[in-house]
């Protein structure tokens, strides 16, 4: 079942239990009963919960969304490095250009292909990634130059092996959820109780604050979606891609 269809569901599920208890409520309490006797503290009350939740739920759209902004951002550098490996190598041999070249060329074809299927179903990577390019650094390293135009370009090809191992790194760390089991619970506890203090109002069944209430329980679950969402940033809807390696590497498959 698609994540939108299911996003969908929850969002007429809980807009539904809304109006159905709201509705029920105002039944239990008559039609007689005066809203204006609402105590102002429990106004006071329910408009700072809903300003305090408002809070939370923005820094924590803010934390998630940095952190898919970041996993896009070590897989541009990753792609980058090995492209400029890739490019560099035209000073070497041919023999040993081509070797790296096909080195390159097979990692980043494991990448696009096995790794980032596992990155998206057990947000881990590979074995086999980690031996491919540990090929591309021996081969690097390997290389004994043979004259000082060669001997120039060695170290800055070290350079972008080792940023490019420093980004799979960085890549590893940002497959799996960050947000604490101890923030969902915050987020949970907080959307039941901003919600609840719906009840506490005394809202009449007039169509536009039924209609206001449905509206209002729905976007907190869409937002605690969003949130959910963006928590991993390779394995789900809104998740960062491996366009810069396709991009720079138009022939991996």
């Known amino acids: 079942m698609s994540e939108w269809l299911v996003l969908a569901l929850a969002m007429l599920a809980v807009c539904g239990v809304v109006l159905v208890v709201q509705v029920l409520q105002q039944r239990r309490i008559g039609e007689d009963d005066d809203p204006s006797e609402t105590p102002d503290v429990i106004e006071y009350m329910t408009m700072m919960i809903g300003v305090v939740y408002a809070i939370v739920l923005g820094l924590a759209i803010a934390g998630v969304w940095e952190g898919r902004n970041a996993a896009e951002d070590h897989v541009r550098k990753e792609a980058q490095a090995l492209h400029e490996v890739h490019e560099r190598v ?21 990448v696009v292909t096995t790794e980032w299927d596992s990155m998206r179903d057990k947000s881990e990577l590979t074995a086999k990634g980690d031996s ?71 809202i009449r069944r007039t169509a536009r ?16 979606f969003l949130i959910w969402d963006l928590d991993a940033p390779y394995s789900r809807g809104v998740a960062a891609t491996a366009d810069p390696f396709l991009t720079l590497f138009p022939g991996a498959h």
């Open 132 to 202: 491919l390019l540990k090929k591309v650094r021996e081969d690097v390293t390997d290389f004994e130059p043979k004259n000082d135009f060669q001997a120039q370009a060695y170290q800055p090809l070290l350079d972008q092996v080792t940023a490019a191992d420093e980004a799979r790194g960085a890549r590893e760390d940002s497959t799996s959820a960050t947000m604490p089991g101890v923030v969902w619970f915050g987020l949970t506890i907080g959307a039941l109780v901003t919600i609840g203090m719906i009840f506490a109002l005394q």
């Open 90 to 110: 035209r000073v070497y041999p041919a023999e040993i250009r081509d070797d790296i070249r096909a080195d390159v060329d097979r990692y980043v074809s494991h």
């Open 209 to 224: 604050e039924l209609v206001l209430a449905g509206l209002f329980s729905s976007l907190i679950a869409f937002l605690l």
